[in-house]
């Protein structure tokens, strides 16, 4: 039988530490509500393994190797059986060089030991679990992010009401899915959460978990038993809270509590159909190389002309700011190499895939993977930027343009779609 176990710590940074999320620097101004690092520790004797989730936008990939080493040193659990989550938030601090926020080592060099610490924890909680799994369509909360336009272009974000849409470029599925770990009365459950949108709803400069943050209160609140929660991204690359027909701004804190009350609603009606999912625990790893996008020459020249035009200004013109990009694109390896991992617990697969996958990538992973009950996650590991459809790229939307957030050769999503298909398989 399956056990599990709980932990977690606050990470929330210190004033003046870079915060990660926008084109444009920011620091961290104070806390409005603290960040995380939760904690699943599993075990059923003959495989164990930690699934760790933070209240950050990402994390580096010598930061993953620093928190996998540290954990590994306290907890018996195999370093590759370690897997690292991000919730993505925007409202955090900056864990790499991105456009012109720069990395905050100083909070870096914190989070292995405050991690190993969570880890600790969720270990010694270890205790039999009943294991279920569960899922519910979310409303009217989360929306596809990218419009087509009556120019016949495609844009990210067009704005609220732009008479110039034509509609959302694909209809999308939001549901809540649930991972439940039921112990005995000694115990608290625990709930894996996960739900499909972009954790960009507060804005400002205080540090917030945003939206996933609260619905881990309102599941600890609302379900019974009051468990502990732990969320998971679901692949949102594509995915955001603004519905454009809706002229409200839907934004800052507020809106962020009603998402996360709305969402759990959902989650207590699917708790309540639930379904046991018993057997053994298995992990799958896997490492897959990715091409890095080619930049033309042409494009670099003008560039360079654009970039030094504007080199000496602070903060640098947006222009200028996409060109420092494409050149800092052009200097990073040809070939980028990433790990994805997957966890089969009892009925339940957890996949989990880096970058941020378009969602229509990760649901041909829910739809054609060998378990019914699928749950595809991705901000897996190292941050590695937008992986979008093959054929976005010769459309015009924010998350294929040229830059260390969008590095990925054309075909990268299709072959992580693949490889995390070769995993649920491997746990089949």
Known sequence: MVKAGFGLIEISPLVGTPMAGYLNARYVSGVHDPLFARALALTDGQTSALVISFDLI???????AAIRKAVAERVPVDERHIILFCTHTHTGPALVDSFETP??????RSLPEKTARAAETAWHDLAEARVSFAQREVPEVAFQR??????????????KMNPDIVGPQRKIRTPVTLIGFERDRTRLPIVVASFPCHADVVGGTEASADYPGRVCDHI????PGHPETLFLRAPAGDINH?????ASPQRGYEYAKHMARAITEQAVQAWRERVPTPGPLAIACAAVTLERRSVELGELASARSVFAQSKMLSPLPVDAVW??????????PEQIRIEMSGIRIG???IVGVPGELFSELGDTITTRSPAANTLVADCCGGKLGYLPTREAYSQNGYEERPA???????GSGEAVVEAALSLAAELA
């Open 404 to 410: 260390r957030s969008s590095p990925c050769a054309p």
């Open 323 to 332: 060109a420092r990009e494409k050149l800092l694109l052009a200097e990073m």
């Open 220 to 223: 600890t609140h609302d379900f």
């Open 146 to 159: 990218r419009y087509l336009m009556k120019d016949g272009t495609v844009r990210t974000n067009p704005g």
């Open 103 to 108: 990395r905050s080592d100083e909070y870096a």
């Open 242 to 246: 603004l519905n454009v027909f809706d």
């Open 347 to 349: 009925g339940v697969r």
């Open 58 to 64: 990402g994390l580096a990939d010598a930061d993953v």
